[in-house]
């Protein structure tokens, strides 16, 4: 099992900035892709970011140019810079984690961003 805890959310004003990060434990080998995904209020969860171990990436449409998705494979975190944030991305940010036996999810971190 992988437990993932994110950490990094809270209320922003519009314009404003925040990086969010999970910290995997566990059965931490053998995490490949690692990502971000959000849910708003009344919406279904959708895809923000993911990135591979080798660093590929990739970008949900509404995101990109304003925030960036990294890792450190060392410590297995991955960071969600977010920039320019605009009040339609309040939402429940939750890190995942796939290895071949499996995908984990964090608890999930709000974000609000005030117009």
């Known amino acids: 099992q992988v437990q993932l805890v994110e950490s990094g959310g809270g209320l922003v004003q519009a314009g404003g900035s925040l990086r969010l990060s999970c910290a995997p434990s566990?059965?931490?080998?053998?995490?490949?892709?690692m990502g971000w995904y959000r849910r708003a209020p009344g919406k279904q969860r959708e895809l923000v970011a993911v990135i591979t171990r080798s660093g590929s990436t990739n970008y949900a449409d509404s995101v990109k140019g304003r925030f960036t998705i990294s890792r450190d494979n060392a410590k297995n975190t991955v960071y969600l810079q977010m920039n320019s944030l605009k009040p339609e991305d309040t939402a429940v940010y939750y890190c995942?984690?796939?290895?071949?036996?499996?995908?984990?999810w964090g608890q999930g971190t709000q974000v609000t961003v005030s117009s």
């Open positions: 566990g059965s931490i080998v053998g995490i490949n892709t």
């Open positions: 995942n984690a796939n290895k071949i036996l499996g995908t984990f």
